[in-house]
């Protein structure tokens, strides 16, 4: 009875004041829902509420300055969160929401951001508020999307914007001086340790990837700021500098902490099971290597036999209890399950890669391993060879004659006759260059591998045809003397066949590496890092193309710094798994200095490898050399999809170029990103210059594609075709066998044999795949190209309009896919392994799919 008086009351007094109150829905995720190790924060931040310590919002004016207050935006009387002791969010429940009622003062007039201050105990995620029937506008939305921590963590009370977009000479003056100061807060002043409730981005070099303190063998180069090792630049994290060495930053300590500083909203979200993501790699580096570690020590093994790796996922491998037991009793029984996968009795059974799930011996063929070029998880780097012999690009002073010794001996026999160079019939994977300057190096390590050129023919249905493989290592006289080469052809049976085989398999080597380092690793996570830091020093969330890049950042920061504790670094998974080892990030680091920003366009790209054409007759005015190029055929449907919708945007709010020339806040985002972010590299002239419409959708069309596209097609790719690691094997451990050896005898009684222990090991394979696999995978809160995790991302409605016309040309794009990979005649879509071409399929579901575009280099 007392209930049904109080909300009479209630209802009596909404009515009484139904023109002079604004109603608000705020949604948040309180921290007991996010934190399952911090069950004490929903009761401590009940005893605040209840006390008087509560959360309170302040409305700001877009339109009434306040003149005692440096001329900012009129402030509204704080209106407090309502019904949060009553309202229990169980663990699984996620969002809650709560009512906000504001005061109406019309001195106020159009709200254009608020103030919100949190004298809870413990932090909260706040998502939206939602303003409803705002006199003369209807509902006002703020997308927040930001974690708030208690008051006294900051130092002035959090502000968040509506989402009305303004370039920054339109911006209201009740709201620029708020503006300005919020970019402000977001630089910091570079000083001082980083805290996690901080929200500084600022720079740093990659100074944090070795551990000299506990070695010299864990020693490594800094890479950026020097001629000799540039690198893009990654997001500071303001920890110690080592005893040994004041120019490396101290590393996290050995419990292998994840607590890795990056910009609190950078964090994953906590639907995107990145708990799990972390904590699976945490788990594979800190307790299953070194126990499987134990076990290959005391019980070396090998492959023997290509049935022996199937068994990988057929039925797991068998191993002590003890170590089942070990394992299990250090990490989560969620992870023991999940990557595990273990009986009891079985241990590490895999899913089946999808390139052999259909013939598990087509990947052998010469069709595939030239087909995977096109259409594999590295499609990035083949290229039309128009000079014969091939050159090389060396300094021949320092490394003498490096131009192949492949001659037309070795390759016309398969040419049928045609002059193939004049009718662009030949082609090239080159894995010479890049390699040769540290080949002596990698090979004093444990890895015994060659630099490669593999010759190929494209024959009349459209394949490639591998004619010939240069291995190669530096003269044993010293690098001025040029090269050791041999050259391998075709064979189809007896010995001949098993060295051709493996000559495919050193290429495959070269290629994986290349693969993880380079296409996959540099080219998309390294280098759109600085992006993502420079947006959010330089402009603000108002700002137009803030909203359109920031979906594109989403988990970049997080995941390279995951990368830097334990994958990357000195002794991480990738020195332990990929051939070059321990010269692994310094190697890319040279391979950096080749990296030229409009190239990554993808019709530039294409051009530059001779992969592609301008003619003016075609679609987008290409044409492709290899007419049934998977990559390149959806990747410039995607491409010129994402362009589009780019020059909708942009031209909505960029009338004329004199507008790009004035926008002080995008100005300052260009120079920056330039001078510092990429700072290496800001005295090159290729930089676009920022002064035209078209210079700034070009800029904002590339970074978008690498960040999506590009990505996807050289990430979720690689457990579909190199979890079974044969066809993609990261190491090779030994040189081609040389008659009269041992190794050789072996190769000839026992090819398989012999080609598993020239591969990756045992353990590097389980530990490698187990790695591929998470990474492979997407996460069931996933947003993808053409989405957003909210429709009111903007005011604007064109805007709006467009990017619906985006995901719809989008899905367009997927039904021609499908068309494709269901027409026999484009062979190369997929291959003897019949696996289709769906890197580049825009859309997914959760899991190991081996399609999708997420947003962003978000794993």
């Not at 921290?31 to 401590?44: G, M, R, T």
């Not at 002035?156 to 709201?175: A, G, H, Q």
């Not at 070795?410 to 002059?419: A, F, K, P, Q, V």
Request: glycine share 6%.
């Amino acid at each position: 009875m007392i209930q049904n008086v109080a909300n009479a009351l209630s209802n009596n007094y909404d009515n009484m004041n139904k023109n002079e109150c604004i109603r608000g829905t705020v949604i948040l995720m309180k921290k007991n829902v996010l934190d399952f190790n911090d069950l004490s924060a929903s009761l401590l931040d009940r005893l605040h509420e209840f006390v008087g310590k509560r959360v309170s919002l302040q409305l700001i004016s877009a339109v009434q300055p306040d003149p005692g207050n440096g001329m900012k935006g009129k402030l509204g009387k704080p209106a407090y969160l309502e019904d949060w002791i009553t309202t229990f969010t169980p663990l699984t429940a996620g969002e809650s929401a709560f009512s906000v009622t504001f005061d109406w003062d019309e001195d106020i007039g159009t709200p254009g951001a608020f103030l919100i201050r949190n004298d809870h105990h413990s932090e909260f995620y706040l998502k939206t508020l939602t303003l409803e029937n705002v006199p003369g506008h209807s509902d006002i939305h703020f997308i927040c999307n930001s974690w708030v921590y208690p008051a006294h963590k900051y130092k002035t009370d959090r502000i968040f914007f509506s989402n009305k977009t303004y370039l920054p000479s339109e911006t209201p003056v009740p709201l620029l001086k708020y503006r300005e100061e919020e970019l402000e807060s977001l630089r910091g002043d570079g000083k001082g340790t980083l805290q996690e409730w901080d929200r500084v981005y600022d720079y740093a070099y990659y100074n944090d990837l070795g551990d000299p303190d506990e070695g010299p063998e864990y020693a490594r180069p800094v890479l950026g700021g020097s001629t000799e090792y540039p690198y893009p630049r990654r997001g500071r994290t303001s920890r110690p500098p080592t005893k040994s060495d004041a120019n490396s930053e101290s590393r996290l300590n050995f419990a292998m902490s994840l607590d890795i500083y990056v910009p609190r909203d950078e964090r994953f979200g906590h639907l995107k099971l990145a708990d799990f993501l972390a904590n699976a790699l945490k788990s594979i580096v800190q307790v299953i290597k070194p126990e499987l570690e134990s076990l290959f020590d005391s019980t070396p093994d090998e492959f023997d036999s290509f049935e022996d790796v199937f068994k990988l996922f057929e039925g797991g491998i068998k191993v002590p209890q003890s170590i089942v037991k070990n394992i299990r009793d250090k990490i989560p029984a969620e992870l023991f399950k999940e990557i595990l996968r273990t009986d009891g009795e079985r241990f590490l059974k895999f899913p089946l890669p999808q390139v052999i799930e259909e013939d598990k011996s087509a990947w052998r063929t010469d069709e595939e391993f030239a087909r995977e070029m096109l259409a594999g998880v590295n499609p990035v780097i083949i290229r039309c060879l128009h000079e014969f012999p091939p050159a090389s690009k060396l300094d021949s002073k320092v490394y003498g004659d490096q131009t192949s010794t492949i001659r037309k001996k070795h390759i016309e026999s398969n040419m049928d006759g045609l002059t193939a160079i004049r009718h662009k019939k030949l082609f090239i994977l080159d894995h010479h260059d890049s390699l040769i300057p540290y080949l002596r190096r990698i090979n004093s390590t444990s890895s015994k591998t060659y630099a490669s050129r593999t010759i190929l023919f494209l024959k009349n249905d459209g394949t490639l045809k591998p004619l010939a493989i240069e291995l190669s290592l530096p003269h044993p006289e010293g690098d001025q003397h040029g090269v050791i080469s041999k050259v391998y052809t075709h064979a189809e049976e007896g010995v001949e066949n098993s060295i051709w085989q493996l000559a495919k398999a050193y290429v495959a080597v070269n290629d994986s590496g290349y693969h993880q380092l380079i296409s996959h690793w540099l080219h998309t996570h390294a280098v759109i890092e600085p992006f993502v830091i420079s947006a959010n020093r330089q402009l603000s969330v108002l700002h137009p193309i803030h909203k359109l890049l920031h979906p594109h950042f989403r988990d970049t920061m997080n995941i390279n710094a995951l990368a830097r504790q334990i994958l990357i670094n000195a002794g991480g998974i990738v020195e332990a798994t990929v051939f070059p080892s321990k010269y692994s990030m310094e190697m890319s680091s040279v391979l950096y200095k080749s990296w030229v920003f409009p190239e990554q366009a993808l019709p530039e790209d294409l051009i530059k490898r001779g992969m592609a054409v301008k003619d003016s007759g075609s679609p987008h005015g290409l044409r492709l050399v290899i007419e049934d190029y998977p990559f390149a055929v959806d990747g410039l449907e995607i491409w010129f999809a994402i362009k589009k919708w780019v020059q909708d945007y942009c031209s909505f709010y960029y009338k004329e170029d004199d507008t790009i020339k004035k926008d002080k806040e995008l100005q300052s985002w260009w120079k920056e990103l330039r001078e510092e972010g990429h700072g290496d590299k800001k005295h090159e002239p290729w930089w676009p210059k920022m002064q035209t419409r078209e210079d700034l959708i070009e800029v904002c069309t590339i970074i978008i594609w690498v960040a999506s596209a590009l990505h996807a097609s050289t990430n979720f790719g690689q457990y579909p075709y190199a979890g079974f690691l044969p066809n993609r094997p990261t190491i090779s451990r030994r040189f081609m066998p040389e008659e009269g050896t041992s190794e050789y005898d072996e190769l000839v009684s026992n090819p398989e044999k012999a080609f598993l222990r020239t591969i990756t090991a045992q353990l590097q394979t389980l530990i490698g795949i187990s790695l591929i696999e998470i990474l492979s995978r997407h996460s069931s809160d996933e947003v993808y190209l053409g989405q957003r995790d909210t429709p009111n991302w903007t005011y604007d409605v064109e805007p709006l309009e467009a990017f619906e016309k985006f995901g719809k040309k989008l899905a367009q794009i997927e039904e021609k896919i499908v068309t494709l990979n269901n027409d026999g005649k484009h062979k190369n879509r997929v291959g003897p392994v019949n696996m289709p071409y769906t890197l580049l399929f825009p859309s997914s579901k959760a899991g190991l799919t081996g399609m999708g575009i997420p947003n962003s280099v978000a794993i």
